[in-house]
């Protein structure tokens, strides 16, 4: 079975600063790795996945994620952070052959002006 | 398009009470998944469904059940509601097209409570 594993419950940044939200995996063969953000009473939305090829992936409003095969991981970035990017972080993974996410906890991220 | 919408937006129910959550999307995707969300926990996946007709259990299916006999609806019934079941439920969607898994829809929610 596949998992996911936010290690941060919560990421605090200065606007302007780089952001970083980490996302670790485990799951049987090649991964489908996805990133999705909620903002407070809404659903989710879709950020940017992995699927194949390069190993940095590039999403929606600034942010980019790198795959790291070795040690499975894949955190979310954005270069210089924004006080409209705070919310609530979402990794999910699945396998090559399944279309079922299994999500992490979350990561709420606040960036203070 | 107006994407996957949910109804009810909010609800409140006594215990052993029952309701149906409506979800319909309007993408003409073959998947369709029910979810709940309960804080710090992530997003848990109740049910899903693969086309009309077909229907799945997920990671934590007692206490709910599904039906989908159209492409655009999946209805999420609950038969004797539970304090356990006090979360916000979120519908979600994808396509097929170019081979799974394709990134997933998600209607705003409804949000449960049982007293």
């Known amino acids: 079975a596949q998992s996911v594993a936010q290690p941060e419950d919560q990421v605090n940044v200065a606007e302007g600063n780089p952001l970083t939200v980490k996302c670790t995996y485990s799951v049987s063969g090649n991964p489908y790795l996805f990133w999705y953000v909620q903002y407070p009473n809404r659903g989710l939305q879709f950020l940017l996945k992995?699927?194949?090829?390069?190993?940095l992936v590039k999403g929606s409003y600034g942010f980019e994620a790198e795959f790291n095969k070795s040690q499975t991981s894949f955190h979310l970035k954005k270069p210089s952070a924004l006080v409209s990017d705070s919310a609530l972080y979402f990794c999910?993974?699945?396998?090559?052959?399944?279309?079922?996410?299994?999500f992490g906890a979350g990561t709420t991220v606040t960036v203070r002006a | 398009n107006a994407g996957v919408t949910q109804t009810p937006k909010f609800r409140i129910l006594k215990i052993g009470q029952s309701m149906t959550l409506q979800c319909t999307q309007d993408m003409n995707h073959n998947y369709m998944y029910w979810y709940r969300q309960d804080p710090g926990m992530g997003l848990k996946l109740i049910y899903y469904s693969v086309g009309a007709g077909i229907t799945d259990k997920g990671e934590v299916p007692n206490g709910y059940n599904v039906s989908r006999s159209t492409t655009e609806d999946f209805p999420l019934r609950l038969e004797l509601a539970a304090p356990s079941q006090t979360s916000v439920y979120f519908c979600?969607?994808?396509?097929?097209?170019?081979?799974?898994?394709?990134?997933?829809?998600f209607g705003p929610g409804t949000r449960l409570t049982v007293l």
């Open positions: 999910a993974v699945t396998p090559w052959d399944d279309y079922k996410l299994s």
């Open positions: 979600a969607s994808s396509s097929i097209a170019g081979g799974p898994p394709g990134e997933q829809f």
């Open positions: 992995y699927i194949t090829g390069d190993n």
